[in-house]
């Protein structure tokens, strides 16, 4: 989307940053009383909001005051990659909040012609999103414990009454009473609109595919609106190979990108495994290849890929998945 003006918004709790690609600069507190003040900069810039787009990274929850004021007042916005925007850099020397405002500027500048301004969430998807995200924190916090646990059993030979291990396999059973009641936050939130609960339970008859993998996908493609092919959200979650070689010297095999969404990456892998156990067709095919000699990972690799390709089919056709239906899905 080529627009007249790029500005780079450096977030961080407190403050943001704001930079025209030219090195105009304002700073202000990450509050509506900030944002007015970007407003008054704007105007004062002579900058309308149809002739602008605000390029932003995907800071989190840092960013989402600001998403909300910007979709209010329809100012565009668009959030890219950390990693891409320091990649298109290069080499660097110093830096702060001003200049990777400006940094970020200069990057929306020079691949305006492939940025798309983000369109809003709506309030469902976006209590979806938060969580979701609570949820995977609390899982991540209850995996370190029962890894101490088991650590101090094996290694220390504590017993599950002492004060250790008993203190910290409270908190377990803590955080899987709060884990639940989050998954029951999230199934009423999926009722709330008949399009994520029928897509929801579209995804689950996909074998492999339960409810975490199904949610996890809504909320990664924002219910299958953010990607609208299979192979995309495949790169996206680092599944898709890709050729390596150069010139005539250079012949590798091909192999995925390790720049990728690792918690999906992940979620895919445990799908495969599933479906390679309960899938006739996918175990027969993992079968077939272990036989001919290739590697499980990249066999495991083609059936996160024939998973996530069916899980796309069901949602395009709206009706649920047929076993040997899609023979090559």
């Known amino acids: 989307m080529k627009v007249p003006h790029i500005i780079g918004a450096d977030l961080s709790k407190r403050t943001i940053d704001f930079a025209t690609y030219q090195g105009i600069h304002l700073k202000v507190s990450n509050c509506r009383i900030g944002f007015d003040e970007l407003v008054k900069w704007l105007n004062k810039q002579g900058i309308n909001s149809s002739e602008m787009m605000?390029?932003?990274?995907?800071?989190?929850?840092?960013?989402?005051?600001?998403?909300?004021?910007?979709?209010?007042?329809k100012i565009p916005f668009t959030k890219v990659s950390a990693l891409a925007i320091k990649r298109s850099i290069g080499l660097v020397r110093g830096k702060?909040?001003?200049?990777?405002?400006?940094?970020?500027?200069?990057?929306?500048?020079?691949?305006?012609?492939?940025?798309?301004?983000?369109?809003?969430?709506?309030?469902?998807?976006?209590?979806?999103?938060?969580?979701?995200?609570?949820?995977?924190?609390?899982?991540?916090?209850?995996?370190?414990?029962?890894?101490a646990v088991e650590e101090y059993q094996y290694n220390c030979g504590?017993?599950?009454?002492?004060?250790?291990?008993?203190?910290?396999?409270?908190?377990?059973?803590?955080?899987?009473?709060?884990?639940?009641?989050?998954?029951?936050?999230?199934?009423?939130?999926?009722?709330?609109?008949?399009?994520?609960?029928?897509?929801?339970?579209?995804?689950q008859s996909v074998k492999g595919v339960g409810k975490i993998v199904a949610m996890a996908t809504i909320v990664?493609?924002?219910?299958?609106t953010l990607f609208n092919k299979a192979r995309k959200f495949a790169c996206y979650c680092g599944t898709a190979p890709f050729e390596n070689s150069s010139g005539i010297s250079v012949r590798g095999k091909t192999k995925v990108s390790p720049?990728?969404?690792?918690?999906?990456?992940?979620?895919?892998?445990?799908?495969?495994?599933?479906?390679?156990?309960?899938?006739?067709?996918?175990?027969?095919?993992?079968?077939?290849?272990?036989?001919?000699?290739?590697?499980?990972?990249?066999?495991?690799?083609?059936?996160?890929?024939?998973?996530?390709?069916?899980?796309?089919?069901?949602?395009?056709?709206?009706?649920?998945?047929?076993?040997?239906?899609l023979k090559t899905a």
């Open 54 to 73: 605000i390029v932003m990274e995907h800071t989190g929850l840092y960013s989402y005051r600001l998403t909300q004021f910007l979709e209010k007042h």
């Open 96 to 147: 702060n909040d001003k200049i990777d405002a400006i940094r970020i500027a200069r990057f929306g500048f020079e691949k305006q012609d492939q940025l798309m301004p983000d369109q809003p969430a709506g309030k469902v998807m976006e209590r979806l999103q938060m969580l979701h995200s609570t949820r995977d924190r609390l899982v991540k916090h209850r995996t370190a414990l029962i890894t």
């Open 158 to 203: 504590l017993k599950n009454n002492d004060v250790i291990i008993a203190s910290q396999l409270k908190l377990i059973k803590d955080f899987d009473r709060q884990i639940a009641r989050i998954q029951e936050g999230i199934a009423s939130t999926i009722e709330l609109e008949k399009n994520l609960k029928d897509n929801f339970i579209l995804l």
């Open 220 to 224: 990664k493609t924002r219910n299958f």
């Open 259 to 325: 720049l990728a969404d690792k918690q999906m990456k992940t979620l895919l892998d445990l799908a495969a495994k599933s479906a390679i156990q309960y899938d006739k067709e996918l175990r027969e095919y993992y079968l077939r290849r272990i036989a001919a000699g290739k590697s499980k990972r990249s066999t495991r690799n083609i059936i996160r890929n024939k998973i996530l390709f069916r899980m796309f089919a069901v949602i395009k056709r709206q009706t649920p998945f047929v076993q040997n239906y």
